[in-house]
């Protein structure tokens, strides 16, 4: 018997295929890095190649779901769009149910009950991607939840997806310290990515979200240079 046919069937040794299929479309998608500092948390994300007649502002990777929460994924971008879309959905919903915005950890929750119901939904796949949650508390502490394909959700201070993903995680064991700054998240990050990517302006992005205004910021091309240039110095 073919065990890989359909999502609702086990294999002998316990494993749901369709879900390991789903994992191996997150660890071929670029790369992904997040790191929580003390009131901030960093993004690195590794950019696709863009034809010269694409416009690049359609490859996103950081996706805003409520004013106090974004998603960054590593895997397939079309799903990463509709999940995006079913969690900004919730999240307009909760407002007007309760009147005030989503916890992050709310939104973290539906998200990987929303990738949980597709692992056993006749008729469908799995989503190919993970995720990384990020927001703040109602503490205005800074959150970091990640979900994977087979709808499990776990809480981080610092982790990376996608290819590479391990190479950047065992960086990020050695390296990461509590409490960091601004500053120190942002190098962190950035040194983490250029473990797996090329030093390359075109080929990352670095974003950041604060407590002072809790949007995503990316980093323009002149501070990117500087934040690459950091780290290639160290190696020296």
Do not use: H
């Not at 895997?75 to 309760?98: C, F, K, P, W």
Request: aromatic share 8%; with cysteine; net charge neutral.
């Amino acid at each position: 018997m073919s065990y890989d046919k359909a999502i609702t069937v086990f294999s002998p040794n316990g494993q749901l295929l369709q879900v390991e299929y789903a994992m191996e479309a997150v660890n071929k998608g670029y790369c992904c890095v997040a790191v929580r500092g003390k009131d901030c948390i960093a993004l690195g994300i590794e950019k696709a190649t863009v034809s010269k007649l694409q416009d690049s502002r359609t490859l996103q990777k950081v996706l805003l779901i409520d004013e106090n929460t974004c998603i960054a994924f590593a895997g397939l971008n079309a799903d990463a769009r509709i999940l995006a879309n079913m969690a900004r959905v919730e999240a307009q919903s909760y407002r007007l149910s309760y009147e005030d915005a989503p916890t992050v950890d709310y939104i973290a929750r539906y998200i990987s009950s929303c990738q949980q119901k597709f692992t056993q939904k006749g008729g469908a796949r799995p989503f190919g991607l993970s995720n990384f949650i990020c927001g703040f508390d109602q503490l205005s502490r800074p959150r970091l939840f990640q979900t994977e394909p087979s709808g499990f959700c776990t809480e981080w201070k610092a982790n990376a997806i996608g290819r590479n993903s391990k190479q950047v995680r065992e960086f990020l064991e050695k390296n990461f310290a509590p409490d960091l700054n601004r500053e120190d998240t942002l190098r962190l990050v950035t040194r983490a990515l250029l473990e797996s990517v090329e030093a390359n302006t075109k080929n990352v992005d670095i974003a950041i979200i604060s407590t002072e205004d809790r949007r995503v910021q990316f980093l323009g091309e002149s501070d990117l240079q500087k934040a690459i240039d950091y780290v290639i110095s160290l190696k020296k």
